[in-house]
């Protein structure tokens, strides 16, 4: 069965950058038909989709993001990363990573637990 | 972007009720869209995926239908652990982007 752990600092100061892991077990990261991507969640609110990374190397960001954002992965520990740049306060979101079927069927089927991040001083 | 508009943004329904959630999009999406329910401190979870599959182990009582900027999510018969909110998203195109939720409460 496979998991998704998202690991990473809870806070963050304002212009800093955050930093945060997903580490995938029980599968490879390096499998054809998946999407990794990062998703979050602003407390009280919906959510929004960040970006994600594809095996072959291609990442795509949210336009909303793309300057400040890099995703990048390890396959030597089945990890991949989310970096964010001159955070601030209206970052602070619970960031999800999460599994996506390939081929555009709306299906992210697998999710970590989720870790809270503040931006603040 | 593709905008996903959600309605209603709150329901309330009694258990045993058949229950509609719509989801329309800014442009035609094929089928490309997915239905989550998500839990207060918990990650969503997917329900349903190419607008009509249901998802391996989600319960029969979850439907889904419609192709091109109109979905709906149905329940047929509200059970205690479905009050939740529910989200719909697209990944016809990037960004992936979701709907805002509907909230479905206890009546």
């Known amino acids: 069965q496979l998991q998704l752990q998202e690991s990473g600092p809870g806070l963050v100061k304002p212009s800093e950058t955050l930093s945060l892991t997903c580490t995938v077990s029980g599968g490879s990261i390096t499998s054809s038909t998946y999407y990794w991507d990062w998703i979050r969640q602003s407390p009280g609110k919906g959510l929004e989709w960040i970006g994600n990374f594809y095996y072959s190397g291609t990442s795509y960001y949210n336009p909303s993001l793309e300057s400040r954002v890099t995703i990048s992965v390890d396959t030597s520990k089945n990890q991949f990363s989310l970096k964010m740049t001159s955070v601030t306060a209206t970052d602070t979101a619970v960031y999800y990573c999460?599994?996506?079927?390939?081929?555009?069927?709306?299906?992210?089927?697998?999710w970590g637990q989720g870790t809270m991040v503040i931006v603040s001083s | 972007a593709i905008q996903m508009t959600q309605s209603p943004s709150s329901l309330s329904a009694s258990v045993g009720d058949r229950v509609t959630i719509t989801c329309r999009a800014s442009?035609?999406?094929?089928?490309?869209l997915g239905w989550y329910q998500q839990k207060p401190g918990k990650a969503p979870k997917l329900l349903i995926y190419a607008a009509s599959s249901l998802e391996s182990g989600v319960p029969s009582r979850f439907s889904g239908s419609g192709s091109g900027t109109d979905f709906t999510l149905t329940i047929s018969s509200l059970q205690p652990e479905d009050f939740a909110t529910y989200y719909c998203?697209?990944?016809?195109?990037?960004?992936?982007?979701f709907g805002q939720g509907t909230k479905l409460e206890i009546k």
């Open positions: 442009q035609g999406i094929r089928n490309d």
């Open positions: 998203l697209q990944d016809y195109n990037y960004p992936v982007t």
């Open positions: 999460a599994r996506r079927v390939g081929g555009s069927i709306g299906a992210f089927d697998i």
